[in-house]
């Protein structure tokens, strides 16, 4: 899979991944840590990238443009913020994840449960 890891997380993250065989880049290998929301995730979309964040207004920005790409993982972990921590939740999780994500969704994951939208999000 192809991951672009946003600057509100670490570039462990996306080092993580990497390791674990996937293609993924962080924001700062493109030099775009100053960019806007917008700019990232046109980068992830132009790519067909999955966008992993901790950032909520790229789920706003998906809802608001009614896309169906490009998925959006989204960490809203209060417990944790711990790159280790979130790189171990999302590889755990990815096999099962992986249908989804590949079709276009936001998967939140949270304290206690893992939340997955269908994209576009529509009324």
């Given at each position: 899979m192809k991951f672009l890891v946003d600057?509100?997380?670490?570039?462990?993250?996306?080092?993580?991944?990497?390791?674990?065989?996937?293609?993924?880049?962080?924001?700062?290998?493109?030099?775009?840590?100053?960019?806007?929301?917008?700019?990232?995730?046109?980068?992830?979309?132009r790519e067909d990238r999955i966008l992993v964040s901790?950032?909520?207004d790229?789920?706003?920005?998906l809802a608001l443009r009614r896309l169906a790409k490009p998925s959006v993982i989204l960490f809203r972990l209060s417990a944790s913020h711990r790159p280790d921590y979130q790189l171990s939740l999302l590889l755990a999780n990815l096999d099962d994840l992986s249908v989804d994500l590949e079709r276009g969704c936001i998967v939140v994951f949270e304290d206690r449960r893992i939340r997955v939208r269908r994209l576009p999000i529509s009324d």
């Open positions: 600057n509100a997380l670490s570039p462990a993250v996306a080092e993580g991944l990497r390791q674990a065989g996937h293609d993924a880049s962080h924001v700062r290998d493109y030099r775009m840590a100053a960019s806007e929301d917008d700019e990232v995730f046109m980068r992830s979309a901790g950032d909520t790229f789920g706003a920005i």
